[in-house]
Structures are given as structure tokens and as C-alpha cells.
């Protein structure tokens, strides 16, 4: 079974910068997509960002020209480079990779304070 492990989330004061990592445990083959999501107390899952295996990126509009995404070329990483945290950026964050299955992180706290 493979695992997704996150890693990065933190409390930091608005303005500020965290990076988030996502690696498997494992190699997983014939990758989508990977992508951050994120959940705020209250709130459903919403897509955060996301890359193809050909690279290509999408964001959700409240973190674009904020957030960045990448992934190493082995496709076992993930990552979620994110500037100018707002308070509203609070949630926990999780990693996913979508193959014929889905894989999800177990997710990690982000914290904005203002």
C-alpha cells in the first residue's frame, strides 16, 4: 500500500512563505495528476493547485500568483511552494496523486495569524 507523506505546514504571520512536501512511499506508475487540496473547518475539500504529468499547472484563483506547484521528474514528489500567506490560506492541506486510483496524504496544518 502506497503512502503519501506531507510534510512543511506550520504557523507562520501573514505575509510570510511556507513549502509544503508530498513524497510516496513507493514508486507509482502511470501518474495523472498531483495536486494540494485543502480544507478549512466548516468547509468541503477544495483544489488548491495541480500538475500533469506533462507539466502542465492549474490554480485556484485565491492562490494564483502566490502559490506555486512542482513535482520531481520520478513523480514520487510533490510540492507547494506558497508566498504571501493570508489568514484565509488557514486549512489543512492535503497531497494527492490520481492515477486509475486516488492517493491522499494525511494532511498537514497551515496556519496564517494576522
Known amino acids: 500500500q502506497v503512502q503519501l507523506v506531507e510534510s512543511g505546514g506550520g504557523l507562520v504571520q501573514a505575509g510570510g512563505s511556507l513549502r509544503l512536501s508530498c513524497t510516496a512511499s513507493?514508486?507509482?506508475?502511470?501518474?495523472?495528476?498531483m495536486g494540494w487540496y485543502r480544507q478549512a473547518p466548516g468547509k468541503q475539500r477544495e483544489l488548491v493547485a495541480v500538475?500533469?504529468?506533462?507539466?502542465?499547472?492549474n490554480y485556484a484563483d485565491s492562490v494564483k500568483g502566490r502559490f506555486t506547484i512542482s513535482a520531481n521528474g520520478a513523480k514520487t514528489t510533490v510540492y507547494l511552494q506558497m508566498n504571501s500567506l493570508k489568514p484565509e490560506d488557514t486549512a489543512v492541506y492535503y497531497c494527492?496523486?490520481?492515477?486509475?486510483?486516488?492517493?491522499w496524504g494525511q494532511g498537514t496544518q497551515v496556519t496564517v495569524s494576522s
Open positions: 494527492n496523486i490520481h492515477t486509475a486510483l486516488d492517493y
Open positions: 513507493a514508486i507509482i506508475f502511470r501518474v495523472s495528476t
Open positions: 500538475i500533469t504529468n506533462g507539466g502542465s499547472t
